[in-house]
């Protein structure tokens, strides 16, 4: 046995250097490639993800340590309570997991485990259902601006929010956890163990939103590098058309499936550029599995906390089967027919940050966490 586990560190050792000697050569080879990647991913993060992201992120984190995040709580305590099987205070971490965009739950909960607020068995099974992309993202960039369609977009975020509700469902009723609610009424289940000042909690709101932006732009850059180098490889490309031809395929088709396994943005972008209902159902799969790029920035934010991710990268692919499958349903219920000309004719969103969706959500967000305060006032007042 140890023979073997010696003989495997060995192959591992070996296989990383292969990789790396490769990767070193490609750089070279591929130089020009690669800084377009670079810009192009630099770009992507100044016109898009930091202003769409950051502010949300620490809107989300100061939402959740804040009084505020008590009512959200409360609004939801059903499907927390009762269909997701967990303690009615993480209703606000799950709500803004569902608002806020892919790594949002995952910089939520590793900042709760960090602070020991829930276990890491908790944060791992919660990330199984934690992980999902926003309105925005969903409804306009894919749905509006890729396959000119908004009831697509609502439909695709439909069946990716159910998805991630199902398999919440099913892991709250058939694995064993230790963090479920104790008896004693919605007053003691949501009563904060420990009482902070506004302004720890927002200085803290901030640095992890720092932290969070800066990791999730360097997988950002370092992945928009890697699909450059993949689009300009020709070996990869005739190998692509090799496989439509002898599969009768599009070109579009296996190309997208390759990039969404890396990142869900160009696959969506290269699925709808040849419009069927079943590059729509494949759009679906991918932004429930959300790709690898999203996986390593989830797999960041929880560095050094110890939180096993197995069942949550095991969770990407049953998200994405079942998402497929609810999309299908819904597109057969809801025929659709999609227009080529209005889809090619508009540009792919190149920021959301200013859409009406996030705007309102922002401003829904910050009403409830005026109120909160202005609650908290009146009952010191009295």
């Given at each position: 046995?140890?023979?073997?586990?010696?003989?495997?560190?060995?192959?591992?050792?070996?296989?990383?250097?292969?990789?790396?000697?490769?990767?070193?050569?490609?750089?070279?080879?591929?130089?020009?490639?690669?800084?377009?990647?670079?810009?192009?991913?630099?770009?992507?993060?100044?016109?898009?993800?930091?202003?769409?992201?950051?502010?949300?992120?620490?809107?989300?984190?100061?939402?959740?340590?804040?009084?505020?995040?008590?009512?959200?709580?409360?609004?939801?305590?059903?499907?927390?309570?009762?269909?997701?099987?967990?303690?009615?205070?993480?209703?606000?971490?799950?709500?803004?997991?569902?608002?806020?965009?892919?790594?949002?739950?995952?910089?939520?909960?590793?900042?709760?485990?960090?602070?020991?607020?829930?276990?890491?068995?908790?944060?791992?099974?919660?990330?199984?259902?934690?992980?999902?992309?926003?309105?925005?993202?969903?409804?306009?960039?894919?749905?509006?601006?890729?396959?000119?369609?908004?009831?697509?977009?609502?439909?695709?975020?439909?069946?990716?929010?159910?998805?991630?509700?199902?398999?919440?469902?099913?892991?709250?009723?058939?694995?064993?956890?230790?963090?479920?609610?104790?008896?004693?009424?919605?007053?003691?289940?949501?009563?904060?163990?420990?009482?902070?000042?506004?302004?720890?909690?927002?200085?803290?709101?901030?640095?992890?939103?720092?932290?969070?932006?800066?990791?999730?732009?360097?997988?950002?850059?370092?992945?928009?590098?890697?699909?450059?180098?993949?689009?300009?490889?020709?070996?990869?490309?005739?190998?692509?058309?090799?496989?439509?031809?002898?599969?009768?395929?599009?070109?579009?088709?296996?190309?997208?499936?390759?990039?969404?396994?890396?990142?869900?943005?160009?696959?969506?972008?290269?699925?709808?550029?040849?419009?069927?209902?079943?590059?729509?159902?494949?759009?679906?799969?991918?932004?429930?599995?959300?790709?690898?790029?999203?996986?390593?920035?989830?797999?960041?934010?929880?560095?050094?906390t110890g939180v096993s991710l197995s069942g949550?990268?095991?969770?990407?692919?049953?998200?994405?089967?079942?998402?497929?499958?609810?999309?299908?349903?819904?597109?057969?219920?809801?025929?659709?027919?999609?227009?080529?000309?209005?889809?090619?004719?508009?540009?792919?969103?190149?920021?959301?940050?200013?859409?009406?969706?996030?705007?309102?959500?922002?401003v829904v967000l910050c009403c409830v966490f005026?109120?909160?305060?202005?609650?908290?006032?009146?009952?010191?007042?009295?």
């Open positions: 046995m140890k023979t073997l586990t010696v003989k495997v560190q060995k192959t591992s050792v070996l296989l990383t250097g292969i990789i790396s000697a490769a990767a070193a050569v490609g750089l070279i080879i591929y130089s020009d490639s690669v800084k377009t990647g670079v810009l192009n991913g630099l770009s992507l993060c100044a016109q898009s993800i930091i202003p769409s992201l950051f502010i949300f992120i620490i809107l989300a984190v100061f939402m959740c340590r804040s009084p505020a995040g008590k009512i959200v709580s409360i609004l939801f305590y059903p499907l927390t309570r009762f269909v997701l099987r967990l303690n009615p205070k993480l209703g606000c971490t799950i709500i803004m997991s569902m608002l806020g965009g892919y790594p949002v739950g995952a910089a939520l909960l590793s900042d709760m485990v960090r602070k020991g607020e829930i276990t890491k068995k908790t944060a791992s099974r919660m990330m199984c259902f934690c992980s999902n992309a926003g309105p925005a993202f969903v409804i306009t960039a894919v749905g509006v601006n890729m396959f000119g369609s908004f009831s697509v977009g609502v439909i695709l975020l439909v069946s990716h929010l159910m998805s991630s509700v199902i398999i919440g469902a099913f892991t709250g009723h058939f694995f064993k956890h230790d963090d479920f609610p104790k008896k004693g009424g919605k007053a003691s289940e949501l009563k904060r163990e420990k009482a902070e000042s506004l302004g720890d909690i927002f200085v803290e709101s901030v640095s992890s939103g720092v932290n969070s932006i800066l990791a999730i732009c360097a997988y950002v850059v370092l992945f928009s590098a890697v699909l450059s180098v993949i689009g300009e490889n020709g070996f990869i490309r005739q190998m692509i058309y090799f496989l439509s031809d002898k599969t009768g395929l599009e070109y579009e088709l296996i190309l997208g499936v390759v990039n969404g396994f890396l990142e869900v943005t160009t696959a969506c972008k290269m699925l709808s550029g040849t419009l069927s209902l079943n590059h729509v159902i494949l759009a679906s799969f991918f932004i429930s599995f959300s790709g690898l790029s999203i996986i390593l920035q989830v797999k960041h934010c929880f560095k050094d949550y990268i095991a969770s990407r692919f049953a998200a994405g089967i079942i998402s497929a499958v609810l999309t299908r349903i819904m597109l057969f219920v809801f025929p659709i027919t999609l227009s080529v000309s209005s889809a090619l004719d508009k540009p792919v969103m190149s920021s959301a940050a200013g859409s009406v969706v996030n705007s309102v959500i922002l005026l109120f909160s305060l202005n609650s908290r006032k009146d009952k010191k007042a009295v």
